[in-house]
């Protein structure tokens, strides 16, 4: 299974950014898929998820209502739709999968994409 995330960079405060993570090798609607994001000097942090059967989707306190996330199972991809975004949203952003259920925890996921960084400026 590789799962690769891209679509990050460097914006400005209130802007939006849309991230993918494409999947392979993988039965990718069998799995839930989660984002999560690790800001420097910081633990990796759950953001959100996508059950399996797409129809729920999970965020933390942080990102609920600014953060959207969707699946495309033709193209085995997740988005990460990110709104209003602030300063404190700058971290690394890393998709994973191999979860039997949609967790908050990083130990529950057995692949990670490579992550991409997300750069908010005030």
């Known amino acids: 299974v590789q799962l690769q995330a891209f679509g990050g960079g460097l914006v400005q405060a209130g802007a939006s950014l849309r991230l993918s993570c494409a999947a392979s090798?993988?039965?990718?609607?069998?799995?839930?898929m989660a984002w999560f994001r690790q800001a420097p000097g910081k633990e990796r942090e759950f953001v959100g998820g996508?059950?399996?059967?797409?129809?729920?989707?999970y965020y933390s306190d942080s990102v609920e209502g600014r953060f959207t996330i969707s699946r495309d199972s033709a193209k085995n991809t997740v988005y990460l739709q990110m709104n209003s975004l602030q300063p404190e949203d700058t971290a690394i952003y890393f998709c994973?999968?191999?979860?039997?259920?949609?967790?908050?925890?990083?130990?529950?996921?057995?692949?990670w994409g490579q992550g991409t960084l997300v750069t908010v400026s005030s």
């Open positions: 996508i059950g399996w059967a797409d129809i729920n989707t």
């Open positions: 090798g993988h039965t990718f609607s069998t799995y839930p």
């Open positions: 994973a999968t191999g979860s039997e259920i949609l967790s908050r925890l990083v130990s529950s996921y057995a692949y």
